[in-house]
Nanobody
């Protein structure tokens, strides 16, 4: 049974930073793409960032490009998301997710999801 557990969310002022982490109990963690998604109240879940199995390729939503950075440590079964220059529009529940495809930004292709961690940015 695969479990993903996020941590690191919280309340931060605009312009501040947070680092989200996700630890997975997943025997095949190192083989596949991992992603971060977010969902704001009243909105659909949206793609934030993805990272390939070895970290060699990353991809970001336009709204976070240049501000957020995704990374992974396969030895520790963790994937992280550094959030910088936060704005109130970044307020959402952030989810890490795992897919058994090699590469995807489509949430429907991700089989495993964490419970989410709340990020709130005050103006």
């Amino acid at each position: 049974h695969v479990q993903l557990v996020e941590s690191g969310g919280g309340l931060v002022q605009a312009g501040g930073s947070l680092r989200l982490s996700c630890t997975a109990s997943e025997p095949t963690f190192s083989r596949y793409c991992k992603g971060w998604f977010r969902q704001a109240p009243g909105k659909e879940r949206e793609f934030v960032a993805a990272i390939s199995w070895n970290g060699g390729n990353t991809y970001y939503a336009d709204s976070v490009k240049g501000r957020f950075a995704i990374s992974r440590d396969n030895a520790k079964n963790t994937v992280s998301l550094q959030l910088n220059s936060l704005t109130p529009d970044d307020t959402a529940v952030y989810y890490c997710a795992s897919t058994t495809t090699l590469w995807s930004t489509d949430p429907s292709t991700y089989e495993y999801w964490g419970q989410g961690t709340q990020v709130t940015v005050s103006s």
